[in-house]
């Protein structure tokens, strides 16, 4: 049992991360990843509603009909995003006036609905709450590195404006690589995503692959090849 | 089916990759090195910079994705890249404008579509749209000549700091090209008889003798080389007699409806980057279709956006817009523009044989 959950971590955090390997929910990717913080806040937020959906979808999957269930996820989803998106424009205000408009816009996140249909429709509670922090984390994560990439290229910053999300204690944060930087303008806009990701993957499939290689050349002797470093 | 060696006689194809891309190299270098007389030493900095980043990163590529370097390398593409990169930059642009874009030519427009000839769009043209995309203040900071040896150019010394240093020189007399001219003054409800004189004429603007890129001034030494390398054969005439003469039909035709609103074809044909971009980048055989008919539109396509930049878009002038915008249609016209199959109709089907030479099947166990 233990094993299955590693197993379902592994898989949201690295092996099927939304964004890597599944590259779903790629418009609000392209949208909001200009800055760390901002891929941070949308990332806590998909996270947030990802946890809530899964868990409330696993939790009554008995009572849904199979002919039905495409409408029920996608209420029970437009519910939670909408108590989400009031609840950061009630607690993160400024956080919302950057975000406000992709808030919403979750309820038709693929990843989501993807979740609900492809495991939480189909798995126990517990394992679907994994499941839904697992995949929340690891786009979470996708986010911020993209968001990270493109904001240190774009404008030579890291977590600017980290202390309007996570609170004036966490101002540190917010650095200054390069004092007057003229500006990357095109990594600010959606073909820098696009770049940034694809660079992304390409990276992550070329360590994938050595790791594979380097695992071949240990496992000789061994019987067994290991996929992935996280169930090492 | 059995396969066998085809007997004699064979075409010889002598043009190899690097023997054309030193052709089309000898067509540009009258433009080259006039540009670096006019502009002096910050505009050789600068084509050495960007040219030096091309060939680093083209042999980086290489080496990660396994190719052999040094064939690929010293075939010439990613010199020539380099060189018609350097030519569309402002002549005294920072050192990082070059090589940011030598980065952005061969690594993103090349190298990731799987290196020469796999590329979507001409990757000179791709670095310059994202540098004027992401740069708009160094990307248009143009001078009036100030050529080499002359009392008021910068020395070797002065010409370094000012394409290292990031030092602007206070002398330098910088001004708007004449059709960045033509836009800001028509912008503000002015005319062009009272825009033009005094600031263009026809001559000088052929000549070069004028602001701009590095390598777009002098329209004749563009002139020469593009029907220098029409003439070796290097391109067919399609694709530059398509551009050049759908901008002049364009303009002629609506500078004859309102010549006050609308520059004269001279005007068109004679700045900005027209006439190199109708020779050395337009014609990429990479990204340009493969048909007549195909090259036809593909001109024709590109001479329209020009014009239709130029005269409403939002920036200035529109050469690398416009063959960016036709390197994407390409695939397109390619699919829809397509040569009619030896003894099939166009739409694929045997024509019928007439009756003279029809003559008994040939039995398929015949040929071992």
Redesign the interface.
């Known amino acids: 049992m233990n094993e299955d959950y590693r197993g379902i971590l592994a898989d949201g955090l690295w092996r099927n991360n939304v964004a890597f390997v599944q590259i779903l929910a790629l418009c609000p990717l392209m949208a909001v990843t200009t800055t760390a913080t901002n891929g941070l806040g949308m990332g806590l937020a998909t996270t947030g509603v990802l946890l809530a959906s899964n868990v409330v979808i696993a939790s009554c999957r008995d009572l849904i009909s199979q002919e039905v269930r495409i409408p029920v996820f996608v209420l029970l989803i437009a519910a939670l995003v909408s108590l989400a998106d009031m609840a950061i424009n009630a607690w993160l205000h400024e956080l919302y006036k950057v975000l406000g408009l992709f808030i919403p816009l979750i309820v038709v996140n693929c990843s989501v609905l993807g979740r609900a249909e492809v495991f939480a429709s189909k798995q126990p509670v517990l394992a679907s709450a994994v499941d839904g922090l697992a995949m929340g984390l690891g786009y979470t994560a996708a986010l911020m590195l993209l968001g990270g990439c493109r904001e240190i290229l774009g404008s030579a910053t890291l977590f600017a404006h980290a202390s309007l999300l996570l609170g004036d204690g966490f101002a540190f944060l917010e650095t200054t690589l390069i004092p007057e930087y ?6 600010l ?1 959606p073909p820098g995503g696009f ?1 940034v990701l ?1 660079f992304l993957l390409a990276g992550k499939r070329a360590a994938e692959r050595r790791w594979e290689q380097r695992a071949a050349g240990r496992g000789k002797a061994a019987t067994e090849v290991q996929q992935s470093p996280f169930t090492v | 089916m059995s396969m066998f060696p085809t007997s004699a006689p064979h075409a010889h194809a002598p043009d190899s990759v690097p023997r054309i891309m030193g052709l089309v190299l000898l067509a540009v270098a009258p433009a080259t090195l006039y540009g670096i007389i006019l502009f002096g030493w910050p505009a050789l900095n600068l084509l050495l910079v960007t040219v030096l980043a091309c060939l680093l990163c083209e042999a980086a590529c290489l080496r990660l994705a396994g190719h052999a370097v040094r064939p690929f390398l010293l075939d010439g593409s990613a010199l020539l890249t380099g060189v018609l990169l350097a030519l569309s930059l402002p002549p005294w642009a920072p050192w990082w404008i070059g090589a ?1 874009g030598g980065f952005f030519a061969i690594v ?1 427009g090349k190298q ?1 579509f799987g290196g020469i000839g796999q590329n979507i769009f001409n990757p000179a043209m791709l670095a310059r749209v ?1 540098l004027l ?5 160094e990307m248009t900071l143009w001078l009036e000549p100030h050529p080499l040896f002359s009392s008021h150019a910068p020395g070797v010394l002065e010409g370094l700091a000012i394409t290292f240093g990031g030092i602007p020189n206070i002398d330098a007399v910088s001004g708007a090209t004449i059709l960045g001219r033509i836009r800001t003054e028509l912008g503000m409800a002015r005319e062009l008889g009272q825009i033009l004189p005094g600031h263009y004429q026809a001559g000088t603007a052929a000549l070069g003798w004028t602001g701009g890129s590095l390598g777009e001034t002098s329209d004749l030494l563009a002139l020469f080389g593009g029907l220098w390398l029409l003439w070796r054969r290097v391109f067919t005439w399609h694709v530059p007699v398509a551009m050049l003469a759908t901008v002049l039909v364009l303009a002629g035709g609506l500078h004859l409806l309102n010549p006050e609103r609308f520059a004269s074809p001279a005007v068109h044909l004679l700045s900005g980057g027209l006439m190199l971009g109708a020779f050395f980048i337009a014609t990429d055989p990479v990204t340009s279709p493969t048909t007549k008919l195909g090259q036809l539109i593909f001109g024709a396509g590109c001479g329209a956006f020009v014009y239709i930049i130029r005269t409403w878009g939002g920036y200035p002038e529109g050469v690398a817009f416009a063959v960016v915008l036709m390197n994407a249609a390409t695939p397109l016209i390619d699919h829809y523009v397509r040569p009619r199959i030896y003894g099939r109709t166009w739409r694929g089907r045997s024509r019928p044989v007439p009756e003279h030479a029809k003559r008994p099947p040939v039995g398929s166990g015949e040929a071992e």
């Open positions: 003229k500006g990357f303008l095109l990594m806009l770049l694809g | 940011v993103i990731v994202a995309v992401s740069f708009p203040v």
